[in-house]
Nanobody, 125 residues
Framework: QVQLVELGGGLVQPGGSLRLSCAAS????????ADWYRQAPGERRELVAS???????NYVDSVKGRFTISRDNAKNTVYLQMNLLKPEDTGVYLC???????????????????WGQGTLVTVSS
């Protein structure tokens, strides 16, 4: 089963840091592009950060300068380093990736969309 597994959520005080990881498993050969979304209670899902296959990154304005998205291609893992956390950063963080299942799929550009199950981040004193 193709899936992404997120780790690293938890409770942190305002001003603190957390590092989320998103690891591909179950039949994923490689990750092409990846994103982190978050969903706060009663709110719409929001795109927080993106990273392309070449390593280019984009962030929503509210996290610029505080969050960093990165990737380790050898481990098929994407990270989100979150610093100077604020209560408004609270929510379920979900990893999304465009991925290939085999080397042949990578060469031919056949990709699938994969989501993780989400990890809860709570920023509170």
């Amino acid at each position: 089963q193709v899936q992404l597994v997120e780790l690293g959520g938890g409770l942190v005080q305002p001003g603190g840091s957390l590092r989320l990881s998103c690891a591909a498993s179950g039949g994923i050969f490689s990750i092409y592009g990846a994103d982190w979304y978050r969903q706060a209670p009663g709110e719409r899902r929001e795109l927080v950060a993106s990273i392309t296959s070449g390593g280019s990154t984009n962030y929503v304005d509210s996290v610029k300068g505080r969050f960093t998205i990165s990737r380790d291609n050898a481990k098929n893992t994407v990270y989100l380093q979150m610093n100077l956390l604020k209560p408004e950063d609270t929510g379920v963080y979900l990893c999304h990736a465009t991925a290939s299942r085999t080397f042949a799929d990578t060469v031919s550009g056949r990709y699938v969309e994969v989501w993780g199950q989400g990890t809860l981040v709570t920023v509170s004193s």
